[in-house]
């Protein structure tokens, strides 16, 4: 994995030795609030309702297990024994004093982290495919050039103070497991007919209070002209992204209002001047980072197919963690292993420390010292021999992490929400949990079958849940929580934003409302092969309506 | 009735005004008040604690008082007062002073 050079190692202690100094100068009086907050929020300092909240940098989710042993750490040392990982692949603390961020800042320099850029109107944390380097399905690992990103993008003069904040994520892989259609811009990474790597380029997804789907502005970018197509991008947004208005800021309302073609030809106008400039990448560049990413050596282990045969036959739940959160690696002898941070009642995404410590352990010894943070809140083991599944699963049971759920529908998304947020309006946490406590028996939900669920506190969608096949964004009425239900969402390649499906369920329906909408996928879908968002694009939403809300629906 | 909160400035922790003039760690020792003088005098007292660098995010916040116990008439602040419904282990609600809140 990348490693820091001396610029790097350099530029993170500066902000450590600046930011300390800031919050000293606070804690002394000598600069008020109204000063602080834009240099805290730099630094990924928020206020949350219980606390502070900091949020560190993962960069496209990539940990070694140095790194993730000092989460938990921090964890431990200066928060209340927890994490919480996020659908950015981030990591947020709830409960942190101002007074301890140096020294935690300091702890996650001396392991190459930080919390630059987690907050503000910069280019945030680049995301990518949490199997990149693994996946079976993949043309190349996108994350060299995910590292390129970072490196160009880290305190850029140019785009520190964007209209909004501003949000890239890439893949390597056909199918889209990095939701790269609604963010800012996504990055496709793929081969032309020659063999030549580039990118096709999405701008303006987003999601948020206007859900809007990227547009595809360049199907085939070669991969030389990444930084100065996407330096073109940025300078139209930042000229004419409205800076007016906190909710039309974001390139989405732009290209929207400027049309797919003309903003085109605005990117293709100013991409003319920095094409063959100072921007174009060496071949050479790209190499050298590449090679931070090289995959591990992986020596052959070929006793892996009869080590499993005989494990399934000896533990049955074994067996269903192996079809359920194993999937197949480039490497025939090798797994990529989701542990899921699902467990029922658990809050989604929410690890402890020694948890943490156990994976990172467990990443050490079968695991070439690699972890990913998913998207979808949970942590994935990348390069695991087969013969060695069954002594990571066993690993595993011991610290509660077996949870066999991977793309089940208690493999829920959530937002922290009114548990912790302060812009919440409900709680996501607690229907999580509701839910995945109705949904606990695991053949029921392998009979229901691949299922996404995701659960936002407000509008914000933090919680993606305009991506769901259902979807559940909690808004306040008259005082009291109350869940909207949309379906048909869906974040991958063929990305689409759910529909509302009419009026929403108190806390102690929403559950129930779920329950129904399974019921009635059950009873309409073809057969077990037809997952729900297929069904669902098939019928619509009538049986779904007169399901949850019978004559009443039909009247209205 | 109302009651002034924020949150202290150096560790974070929610804190409610109360009547022997410091920031309670716990809701049940917030200062009520009932009529328009005392709010501009809570929200005096908040301002001053801001402006010395005491606390952060000050809110007057709306509650109702049953039998001598103050309850927040938003969620927001009925788990603000008492921690995460999730991790009833966590917050105020982890300390018995503030149980009942
Ligand atoms: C302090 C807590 C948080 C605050 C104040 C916050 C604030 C926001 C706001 C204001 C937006 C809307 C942006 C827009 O529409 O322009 C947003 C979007 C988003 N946030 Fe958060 N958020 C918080 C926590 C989180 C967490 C915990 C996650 C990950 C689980 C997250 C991930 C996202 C994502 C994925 C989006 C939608 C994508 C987009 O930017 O359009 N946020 N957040
Ligand atoms: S969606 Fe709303 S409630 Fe959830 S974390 Fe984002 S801002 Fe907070």
Known sequence: MYRYDEFDHDFVQARVAEFSDQVERRLAGEITEDQFKPLRLMNGVYLQLHAYMLRVAIPYGTLNSKQLRMLGHIARKYDKGYGHFTTRQNIQYNWPALSDMPAILADLASVEMHAIQTSGNCIRNVTADHFAGAAADEVADPRPYAEILRQWSSVHPEFSYLPRKFKIAVTGAKRDRAAIQVHDIGLHLKKDETGALGFAVYVGGGQGRTPIIAKKIRDFLPEEHLLSYITAIMRVYNLHGRRDNKYKARIKILVHETGVEEFTRQVDAEWAHLKDGELALPEADIRAISTYFAPPALVARPEGDEALRLARLDSRSFGEWLDQNVVTHKHPDYAAVTISLKGVGEAPGDASDSQMEAVADLAERYGFDEIRVSHEQNLILPHVARADLRAVYDALVEIGLQTANSNLITDIIACPGLDYCALANARSISVAQEITHRFNSLERQRDIGELKLKISGCINACGHHHVGHIGILGVEKKGAELYQVTLGGSGDENTSVGEIIGRGFGPEDITDAVETIVETYLRVRLDSSEIFLDAYRRVGQAPFKEALYGSEAKAA | ?101
């Open chain 2, 1 to 101: 009735m109302k009651i002034l909160t924020a949150n202290r400035l150096s560790d974070g922790e929610a804190v409610w005004y109360a009547a022997d003039g410091t920031w309670a760690e716990t809701i049940d020792r917030a200062e009520t008040v009932a009529d328009k003088l005392g709010e501009s005098r809570l929200e005096a007292i908040g301002k001053a604690a801001y402006d010395n660098d005491e606390v952060v995010d000050v809110n007057l916040i709306d509650v109702v008082v049953t039998d001598g116990i103050i309850r927040p008439t938003r969620l927001r602040e009925v788990i603000r007062a008492a921690g995460p419904t999730n991790r009833t282990d966590l917050g105020k609600q982890a300390r018995a002073s503030a149980r009942h809140a």
